[in-house]
């Protein structure tokens, strides 16, 4: 294959940094590869990309050397617009790239601006590819999260452009739209010769649609090589937090000296045997616990531009009890980050009721919710109000006068690892950092009950399980957490308790086996369990696992009941 983009000897550092993000790069990606760039949050993976259309340095200036080649063309002596028809760009924060009111305008922006005489059928192939046509004249915020970062990706494809660069296809989708995007991508990348690059922090999608892998540490390149052989490279990846799939790490681990070891579930139903697992121990009910919070047939709408009403929960009856740790989960657009504002009365029902301990909210104002129910958001810095974290965490303290503000702030500032970061701006701070700093004044407001939206969004996966550890810790400290995620493993973890909605309503509230045993729900809601639950059901496992733990625990009890796998 031919080179599309080369990196020749490539430095670059931001205006007033310290260091360079990227150290003597060299590169070569392949026309036509499918290409995964992997690495921690901070090791220069997006930085890199925008060495790809001409952004640096042409939007973001500062110190460049080296040379940087895009289809033959210098990126120096080349405008960010010449670019612009040979490579997409799907940024992470896909919502800034919509810049229209409406959809079939959003996907002919590029070419109308182009001077191109069929821009608007451009924007109609395009929607088209992605399955977005029956939505043409709708206005973009009528859109769930998922059909907007569809739209995006229409609005980079109406140019039709040689290279696809996606920075983290699945961030902040649910299973089945992360998903469908991976497919499609595969599908253009096979059908259209289309070379795609994506920056990815799952590596079972990377294992599913990547052909070479890229590992960046630090801003220089790690390695470089075929998917099957940089999956298998496990010391490295994880001295680098990179897990590989789960089906990777328990093959690891129940054969460690296998030479080649399985990227994919088909790949590991040759190496494990089937049946014959032993049953699991059934525990007993626990006692009967206090109410906290209860949703009677509620319902909520908001108006519409037009004056019309849009119904975002139907007839909603849910009951949340002391020692809840709840994960929501469902489509984007479901209605999960609605049914927990309720509870903090910054909205209100349109119909039913919602009591907290047995007190109707709506005659409780949002100050006086907030000492007892805190809502994290999504987007952490929405969180950050003053110029350093333990200023950010004090707030609330101190605006009700706490007498005790130094010494809780000093508290949580340890609990949640923020010492060293105490006196930065939080809003300045790594996605991780900032996740840390968020739950430390969420905790900080002395709450009875937790809301988080999305808590792992946007992370690496080992800062993934470093927010979870640290939720896992909230357990002892709060009467009743919620958390809205689309991470399953994460769910699966945490929750003793998965609800799951669809399209404003409940449609299941029960435990991950319950919700994982349950085709149609899966099918219906668009979830996809954890790949070694789907692994130990594939293998008719009659207990399947959530854990690589788990799974390598029962491989050893089977090894040592049954004498199998010898």
Known sequence: MQPIIELRNVTYQYPGANTPVLRDVNLTIE????VAILGGNGSGKSTMCKLFNGLIPHYYVGDLSGKVTVNSRSTLDH??????????????DFENQIVSPRVLEDASFAPLHFGLPDFEERGIRALEVVGLLEHRDEFVWQLSGGQK????????LSLNPDIIIIDEPSAQLDPQHAREIYKLLQKLNKEEGKTIIVIEHHTEFVAEFANTVILM??????????????????????????????????????????????????ESLDLFERGGQMEEEVSSPGPEREVIVQYD?????????????????????????????????GNNGAGKSTLMRLLTGLIKQEIGNVFLG??????????????????????????FIDDSV???????????????????????????HLKELKKRDSRLLSGGQQRRASLAIGMGMNPQIMLLDEPTANLDISTRKQVSRLLAQLKSQL??????????QLACEFANRIIVMHEGRIIHDGDKYSVYANQWLLKKAGLYPPQIFTLSKELEWKHPVFSVEEFVQQYERREVSYGVWT
């Open 31 to 34: 026309k036509g590869d499918f």
């Open 79 to 92: 405008k960010v617009s010449d670019f612009s028809k040979t490579v997409g760009y799907v940024y992470q």
């Open 149 to 156: 970062h569809l739209l995006a990706l229409a609005s980079i």
């Open 217 to 266: 540490n630090q801003g220089s390149i790690e390695f470089k090589l075929p998917v099957v052989k940089a999956l298998n490279e496990i010391e490295l990846l994880e001295q680098h937090q990179i897990f590989p799939p789960q089906v990777t790490q328990a093959a690891a681990k129940c054969f460690p000296h296998k030479e080649q070891l399985p990227i994919t579930i088909r």
């Open 297 to 329: 047939k509620v319902c909520y709408s908001y108006q519409t531009i037009t004056k019309k009403k849009k119904r975002v929960l139907h007839d909603i009856n849910l009951t949340i009890n002391e020692g809840d740790y709840i994960a929501l989960v």
């Open 358 to 383: 047995g007190k109707d909210i709506r005659k409780t104002t949002p100050e006086k919710l907030a000492e007892r129910i805190t809502y994290i958001y999504q987007n952490p810095e929405q969180m």
């Open 390 to 416: 333990e200023k950010d965490i004090g707030f609330y303290l101190r605006a009700r006068k706490h007498p005790q503000t130094e010494k809780i702030v000093n508290q949580l500032v340890e609990q949640f």
């Open 479 to 488: 009467k009743a957490v919620v958390i809205a995620t689309h991470d399953m």
